[in-house]
């Protein structure tokens, strides 16, 4: 297996790494979740081990950006934090499985021996919110089926509001996701192409992107 480790206490991280390692597998460390954010994107790893407690982005945030941003490797989410609404949020967040500090490092290995096997999970190729539909796999965006022409970055921005339905999205987190770097907060390019999606997804229909002041931008099914 290859493994990424997220965990900022250094202690804790290289323990399981050394464990890992003289296993055989191959393990790479993040001390953060911007970090791993990054690095989960740029590597194909088999699992993801994902401590709740990181400077940051926790990881319950941490987990809903990398299935927010298409990575769907099994993560292990790893934490003292042993209440039952805690590993509920973390199941909710896109967590495949939740083991609680103190642990034993021979169940930790089951654990993501048992997730590797899993392998990534088949994500769907469509998404789809109220009767806005947007498919993967052909590019194509339909809004009560009517079919909506849209450039990459247009196209981009849907995904990442559709992917994330009904909460608010700030523009600091839309800059990063859609565009990969960050404006300073100076641009008003996140403005600018909702305003294009406006015009092309809500036109005619009932509004389901939505400025939240002060926090950012919502996309709704046009019921609520």
Known sequence: MR?????????????????LVEEGHAADVAANGEDALWLAQAHPYDAIVLDVMLPGLNGF????RLRGAGVWTP?????????VEDRVAGL??????YLTKPFSFSELLARLRALARRGEIER???LVVGDLVLDEDS???RRADDLVELTATEFELLRF??????RVLSKAQILD??????FGGQSNVVELYISYLRKKIDAGNQPMIHTVRGAGYVLKPAAD
């Open 139 to 141: 590019h194509e965006v």
């Open 161 to 166: 509001l559709m992917r994330n339905p009904k």
């Open 177 to 182: 996701r859609v565009w990969n770097y960050d």
């Open 3 to 19: 493994v990424l480790i997220v965990e900022d206490e250094l202690k804790m991280a290289s323990l399981v790494r050394r464990g």
């Open 92 to 97: 909710d967040t896109g967590a495949d499985d």
């Open 61 to 64: 945030e941490t987990c809903r």
């Open 124 to 126: 769907p190729t469509e």
């Open 75 to 83: 993560v292990l989410m790893l934490t003292a934090r042993d209440a």
